[in-house]
Nanobody
Framework: EVQLVESGGGLVQAGGSLRLSCAASGFTFDDYTIGWFRQAPGKEREGVSCIVSSQSATYYADSVKGRFTISSDNAKNTVSLQMNSLKPEDTAVYYC???????????????????WGKGTLVTVSS
């Protein structure tokens, strides 16, 4: 059974940093894309950053490039998102999600993901 469990959310002031972690189980990272998505109140869920460790490939949304860094530890089955220079517009529920590479049409697309965590809230105050 695939499980994704997020941790690390919280309240931070603008300009601050947070590190999110996703503990994954039930699948092999080499066969999957895994990443972070977010949904702000009243907005659609969007892809933030994804990693395909077997291809050494990463994806970042334009809005977070240069501020967020995704990394994976395949031995520990964890994916982390280091978020720096946070802005109030980064406030959202952040979800960890994964998809099989063999069937994903977009390796960081919301509609491509097969499995989702329950999310962790990030609030950035101005």
């Amino acid at each position: 059974e695939v499980q994704l469990v997020e941790s690390g959310g919280g309240l931070v002031q603008a300009g601050g940093s947070l590190r999110l972690s996703c503990a994954a189980s039930g699948f092999t990272f080499d066969d999957y894309t895994i990443g972070w998505f977010r949904q702000a109140p009243g907005k659609e869920r969007e892809g933030v950053s994804c990693i395909v460790s077997s291809q050494s490939a990463t994806y970042y949304a334009d809005s977070v490039k240069g501020r967020f860094t995704i990394s994976s530890d395949n031995a520990k089955n964890t994916v982390s998102l280091q978020m720096n220079s946070l802005k109030p517009e980064d406030t959202a529920v952040y979800y960890c999600a994964s998809a099989r590479l063999a069937t994903a049409s977009d390796y960081c697309g919301v509609s491509s993901m097969d499995y989702w965590g329950k999310g962790t809230l990030v609030t950035v105050s101005s």
